[in-house]
């Protein structure tokens, strides 16, 4: 007669504790990477709008592998990232006892959307943030331009302040996310200068991220609420007829400690956790809407196999989303939180080596079917070509001359 096994690994990682809500809804980057004085300056992160999924085809470039030159169909990530505008200035000095605020500068005018920021409440508000600070550049030049070379002398890290644009996106928020992103390469002067080459202008994702990086998505997951221990830990159900519940676990810990220890899987918050994931591949970065030669272009979803003229957006648009209009970012695999969620994109801490992350990504093809069923049709035009004239376009053709009549 066999014998229960009496040990078994612990459900569920300590790794992650506590497991409780976020305290902030934007990912925090916890550490930049280090930084090169041999490149020249740049940013080393960005922020984006988390769009939706959609699935590609590509070509594998591993020689030597029995998947090489082989199709194969991977799900990708759709970020949405409308330039961010970079508004002003932060230096630290170093201390014993780590980085230390030396000074701050922000640019000459910043945006509404910027100083929604700084109020709870907009509407009922005197709307004069940074009203005397503004005034300094054209009363007090001579001031700024001292901090400014105090900044240069004293100061060993340099970031920028930088704010996206919701006006830009289908969102309802009108209040714009602000962000500190250290500058890297170059010498002190250099990222000065480079930030304030770039005040209170707008810097697009290609500026940031190049196409086949791998980067790090920092962002918080999807809330679940109050979970029990059998969804929040993974524990196994008790038998059919146990007393007073089965999804429970039967002993939380012996008489003795006479408390429950902190590693006893327990219900509680599950979700809306602040996590970093790295080694992210950018399989695309994507121009949005724009006009070119008096036309507009917005075959961003076109491959050099598949040249169909279709915007990234599927049919009927991304579920609880919309449409992305903007500039788009393409990573493989999935990324943390709902829809419209705001994630930042950091630039990998590793020096990658390894053949996956040099691969050179070949898309094939983009599906861009309706996400809302089982899709077909990769257009709106693909689609009114099959199915023909349908009876709401036809009522809505007898309806427009009767508006157009109406109006005169």
Not at 6 to 13: M, Y
Not at 316 to 331: A, T
Request: one cysteine or more; a positive charge.
């Amino acid at each position: 007669m066999s014998h229960r096994k009496f040990r078994a690994p612990r459900h569920g990682s300590l790794g992650f504790l506590p497991r409780k809500r976020s305290r902030r809804h934007r990912g925090k980057v916890k550490s930049f990477p280090r930084d090169d004085p041999s490149k020249p300056p740049h940013l080393t992160a960005f922020l984006a709008f988390k769009a939706g999924m959609t699935h590609i085809v590509r070509e594998a470039e591993r020689p030597g592998s029995k998947m090489n030159k082989k199709e194969i169909v991977e799900a990708v990530t759709i970020l949405e990232t409308p330039p961010i505008v970079v508004v002003g200035i932060v230096g630290y000095t170093e201390t014993p006892r780590g980085l230390r605020t030396y000074k701050t500068l922000f640019a000459e005018h910043l945006s509404v959307e910027c100083r929604r920021r700084f109020y709870k409440n907009w509407c009922q508000s005197k709307k004069k943030a940074f009203a005397k600070a503004s005034m300094r550049w054209s009363q007090d030049k001579e001031g700024i331009e001292r901090d400014f070379e105090k900044m240069k002398k004293y100061c060993k890290v340099v970031r920028a302040i930088a704010h996206t644009q919701p006006k830009l996106v289908m969102l309802r928020q009108k209040k714009a996310n602000l962000m500190e992103i250290q500058v890297n390469g170059g010498n002190i002067s250099d990222k000065i200068d480079f930030i304030r080459k770039h005040m209170e202008q707008p810097v697009p994702v290609d500026k940031v991220f190049s196409p086949n990086e791998m980067i790090d998505v920092i962002g918080v997951t999807k809330g679940k609420g109050f979970k029990g221990v059998t969804c929040r830990w993974g524990t196994k159900k008790l038998p059919r007829k146990t007393h007073k519940g089965l999804r429970k676990v039967a002993c939380i810990g012996a008489w003795h400690p006479s408390r429950v220890g902190f590693s006893i899987a327990r219900a509680g918050q599950m979700g809306y956790h602040h996590r970093t994931e790295v080694n992210k591949k950018i399989y695309r970065i994507g121009k949005g809407i724009h006009k070119k030669d008096e036309k507009v272009v917005k075959n961003n979803a076109a491959t050099a196999y598949d040249d169909t003229d279709k915007s990234i957006t599927p049919v009927g648009g991304f579920p609880h989303y919309g449409e992305v209009n903007q500039d788009f970012l393409m990573l493989k695999g999935c990324v943390m939180g709902p829809k419209k969620r705001l994630i930042t994109l950091r630039k990998s801490l590793l020096v990658h080596t390894s053949r996956v992350a040099k691969e050179e990504i070949t898309l094939k093809w983009i599906d861009t079917s309706s996400k809302f069923g089982h899709g077909r049709f990769q257009t709106p035009q693909e689609k009114s070509n099959f199915m023909g004239v349908l009876k709401k376009d036809a009522i809505k053709e007898e309806e427009q001359p009767k508006i157009g009549r109406a109006v005169q």
